[in-house]
C-alpha cells in the first residue's frame, strides 16, 4: 500500500484524491491546504490540516498547487529524502528543493470540478531524477490505471503549450463558433456531431491531412464573404490570422 | 423508392452516394460530373455522363459542386419544375434556376474520400421553398439514419460560419499543437485523451463554463513563458488573440 500526501485543494487535486480513493493500492493519509475549508468535508476519512509542521512521513507527497507556489512550499516541508513530485505542465522539477528526492506527475488532462472523469483516458507524464523514483511513479500511474510516458522537462513543456493550443483555444473557438450561431438563432447542438467528429478524425489520420475548407481550397470568395459576416472585431482578427496561418501551411494564396 | 440524379463528384456528392447505396428507400440512377474519370468505377451501377442533355427525369437531382458553379449547372438542367437541391452551406436558395422547385440539403459534416463517416452522425440542414418539398427532404433524411434539421438561409450560413471555426480553425490549431510537439521530440499521440475530452466535455457542459488554462485565469506569468517559447511567428500571432480573446470573454486584464 502506497501512502500519499496531497498538498493543495484546486481541480487537479481533487480528481487525484478521487481516483486515489479508488485504488486498494493507495492510500492518501493526509492533505495540506493553505485553508482547510475545501478540504473540510474529507476529514473524516483522512488527516486534513492548514499547517505543514504537522504533516507525517509517508511514501509520496504531491504538491498540486500553482506553479508560483511550488518551490516555496516544498522548501517549508518539514523534512527530507523523501519523495515529492509536483503536476505542473510549466514548471521545472528543479523548482523542487533539492532537499528532497524530486519528481513530476503530470496528468494531461483538463479537470473541471464538475465534470466526472475516466482516468484511463489521463496520460500522465512522469519524471525524476532517480531511476526508483521513476518507476515507483510508473507503477503508481500503471496501478491507478492511467497510461503512463517518460517525458522530459523539454518535452513536458512543449506538451503543456500544445495543449493550451489543443484544449483552452479549441475550446474558446467551440465559444466563438456558439456566439456565432446564438447571433443568428441557429442551434449550436446542430455543430455537436461535427466537433465529435472533428477530434475523432485525427485518431487515424494526422491533421495535417485531415484539413478541409474554403481557406485550404484557396477559395477567396467564401473567405471574402465569412470575414463580411462578422461584426465583432476580435472574431474577425481570429478568422483572418487562422485563415493566413491555413493558407501558407498549404501554399495558397 | 425515391429516384435520385448526383450531380458534382466531390467529397460531398460521394459520400451521398455511399449512403444512398446503403438505403432499400433511394436508387441513385444517374450521375453527372463535368469529367468522367472520378465517376467511371459506378458505370457498371448507374449511368454516367458527361453531358448534362443525357440526364433523364428523377425525383430529386442534387447539386453538390463548388459555390460559384451552382447556379450555372442548375440553368444548364434541360428540364424544369423537378425538385433540385444543392448541398452547400453558404450558397443561397436562389442561387438555383427559378425554373426548378428548389431547396437545400446540407450536411453539416466534415468529409474526407479516406475517412468513412458513420452518417447517424451527420445533421442535416434543410430548406425549400415549398411545403411538400421540404416534406419530401426531411423524409429522405429520415430514411439515411441523419438528423434533420429546418435550418433557414440565415440560419444556414451562420452554422457553416460557425463550423469553420468548428473544423477548419479547430483542426489547424490541432495541426499547430502537432508542430509544437515535434519541435521538441514530444509525442503528438499524448494529447490525443485531451484533444478527446475536450471535444465531449462541450456536450454536457457550454463551452463558455468549459473554460480552462492561463488565459482564463490571467496567469501573466505562464502567458508571458509560453509566448516567449513560441519561435513561429504566426503560432505567437494567434496565440496571442487567442489569449486577449479569452480574456475578454472572462473579464482579465
Redesign the interface.
Known sequence: MITVTLIGAG?VATHLYKIFNNTDQVLVKQWYNRTLKPIERYKTKLKITDCLEDLKETDLYIIAV???AISELSSALPFSDRLVVHTSG?ASLYDLDMKHKRGVFYP?????K??D?DFT???I?IEALHKPDYKFLKELGIALGC?V?K?NS?????????????????????????E??E??????D???????????????????????????RG?K??IK??LK??DNS??K???D??T???K??YGQR
Chains 1, 2 share one sequence.
Not at 447571433?183 to 449550436?188: R, W
Open positions: 481541480n500553482s506553479d508560483d510549466s494531461l488532462q483538463t479537470f473541471s464538475d465534470v472523469l483516458e489521463v496520460p507524464c497510461k510516458h517525458v523539454d518535452q513536458r513543456k512543449a506538451l503543456h503549450l500544445a495543449a493550451v493550443f489543443a484544449n483552452n483555444f479549441t475550446n474558446h473557438i467551440y465559444r466563438i463558433a456558439h456565432i450561431c447571433k443568428d438563432s441557429a442551434e449550436f446542430i455543430l455537436k456531431p461535427l466537433i465529435k467528429e472533428t477530434a475523432r478524425k485525427i485518431e487515424t489520420v494526422s491533421p495535417y491531412r485531415a484539413q478541409t475548407g474554403p481557406a485550404k477559395d470568395k467564401t464573404k465569412q459576416a462578422l476580435t472574431h482578427a481570429i478568422y490570422i487562422m493566413k496561418s491555413i501558407n501551411t
